[in-house]
């Protein structure tokens, strides 16, 4: 059975469409009602009676099939069910008060010191003049024997360079009460009371000019090269000068007093090694001279030679006598010659010299003391002793005289390659970076705080 919509011509369809668009238009203009209560998953109220819903009509082709639609509720329902709670909006008096903290703090915290900042820069802070140095140690040192010895031993030892104990000088106590006393460091920091930043103040303790002075001397030291740079500042150019001179002054005066030092420890242990050197060399040779006189002998080995020289021309008179004997009987002579028993006598004479002397050698000496051969070796023994001790005195000598002439002139000096300059215009305070620096240091204090207090009052 054909329905009156199917029946409805084609071009009313979109007719029928348009009416559609507008209702839903008209809908979506009213004020949003309260959203309808789902049924529950055990049923509908008993004591509710649903109401047969009613299918929306609707001119669709004949094609199509209406799609199903959901049953609507009871509209007494949808009038019983209560309104959504709307949450309630932040009173705004605390919003007042936390943008009034927070302008609060940023003129506490930023721009208060700022502006004071900015004021002392430009108002009240004094000009400062720089004045620069810079030097070098230099030494100039003889190489000594030695100095090869402990490069093959490998002995030796560490020690620290004058460069590095002069720039830990510099930034000292005794530097500091040196230069107070010469040229009145308290005055030259105290011509600008009025700059209460660089004013070091009344009655300065002497760890109080020591702060200040390292604020106001910067001392750069290059360990590669072993260049020192010193850098002072002052309310005057001729302070600052002033300052780097003495600074200067008491450098050389350090490494002249370490190079004093070093010489005289040198020319004190050259001078000790020949006193004893020395001190050796007299007991041996008072050792010799006891020898002699207990022995009553000058030159053992002089006397061991001279009789050495008589055997051997007994020796050589025997080899004669004995030619001569032989030539004798090999001759046609009879054996009672007279000449062969004076050969004979001769002979027996000189054996008995020969052996008279060596006995003498061999056994005891003159004065009938000991054996001349323990007699030769003692004194061989204290001739080696007066050998090495006379070498070790040349030796202490020659090392004693060099130390004196190494003391004589000045091995290690300062060399300055910058001397002191004089400024002629201020180069401190730099105002705008310090300024810039402030106000950046400031911002970021800011932030901070602000960032904080955020943080505490979310997790409260």
Request: net charge negative; no cysteine; aromatic share 6%.
């Amino acid at each position: 059975m054909t329905t009156p919509a199917e029946k409805q011509p084609a071009g009313n369809a979109g007719g029928a469409d348009q009416s559609a668009q507008k209702a839903e238009g008209a809908k979506a203009a009213e004020p949003p009602k309260a959203p309808a209560k789902q049924p529950s998953a055990a049923g509908p109220n008993p004591g509710e009676k649903a109401g047969p819903a009613k299918k929306p009509k609707a001119n669709l082709p004949a094609t199509q099939k209406p799609a199903p639609v959901a049953k609507p509720e009871n509209p007494a329902r949808i009038r019983e069910l209560p309104k959504p709670k709307v949450a309630d909006a932040p009173p705004s008096p605390r919003f007042r008060l936390r943008h009034t903290m927070l302008v609060l703090s940023f003129l506490v915290l930023f721009l208060g010191p700022l502006l004071l900042t900015l004021y002392y820069l430009f108002e009240v802070s004094a000009d400062q003049y720089h004045s620069t140095t810079a030097f070098s140690v230099r030494s100039e040192e003889s190489s000594s024997p030695f100095d090869a010895l402990a490069a093959f031993t490998q002995t030796g030892g560490t020690s620290v360079s004058d460069a590095d104990v002069l720039y830990e000088f510099m930034q000292s106590q005794p530097l500091v009460q040196n230069l107070q006393t010469e040229i009145d460091l308290i005055t030259i920091f105290n011509k600008r009371p009025d700059d209460w930043v660089f004013h070091l103040g009344e009655n300065p303790t002497i760890e109080d000019l020591t702060s200040f002075w390292n604020l106001m001397v910067t001392v750069s030291y290059d360990s590669g090269s072993k260049l020192i740079e010193v850098e002072a500042r002052a309310f005057t150019p001729e302070d600052a000068q002033l300052i780097t001179a003495g600074v200067l002054a008491q450098g050389s005066a350090l490494i002249n007093r370490l190079s004093q030092v070093a010489r005289e420890d040198t020319t004190r242990f050259a001078r000790a090694d020949l006193e004893d050197a020395e001190l050796r060399m007299k007991d041996v040779r008072r050792q010799i001279r006891e020898f002699r006189n207990e022995n009553q002998i000058i030159n053992p080995e002089a006397d061991v030679q001279g009789q050495a020289g008589v055997i051997a021309a007994l020796e050589a008179r025997l080899a004669d006598a004995l030619v001569q004997r032989e030539t004798l009987l090999l001759s046609p002579t009879r054996e009672n010659d007279p000449r062969l028993a004076q050969y004979n006598r001769e002979v027996e004479a000189i054996r008995r010299q020969i052996e008279a002397e060596r006995q003498t050698v061999a056994g005891e000496t003159t004065n009938g003391g000991r054996p001349l051969a323990q007699v030769i070796g003692e004194y061989e023994e204290l001739l080696v002793d007066r050998e090495f001790a006379e070498t070790a005195y040349t030796a202490a000598l020659a090392a004693y005289e060099q130390a004196k002439a190494e003391a004589r002139r000045q091995s290690r000096y300062l060399a300055a390659h910058i001397d002191p300059t004089l400024s002629q215009e201020p180069q401190y305070p730099t105002r705008e970076i310090y300024a810039l620096l402030a106000a950046l240091i400031l911002l970021a204090v800011w932030g901070t705080v602000v960032l904080i207090s955020y943080n505490v009052r979310d997790r409260r």
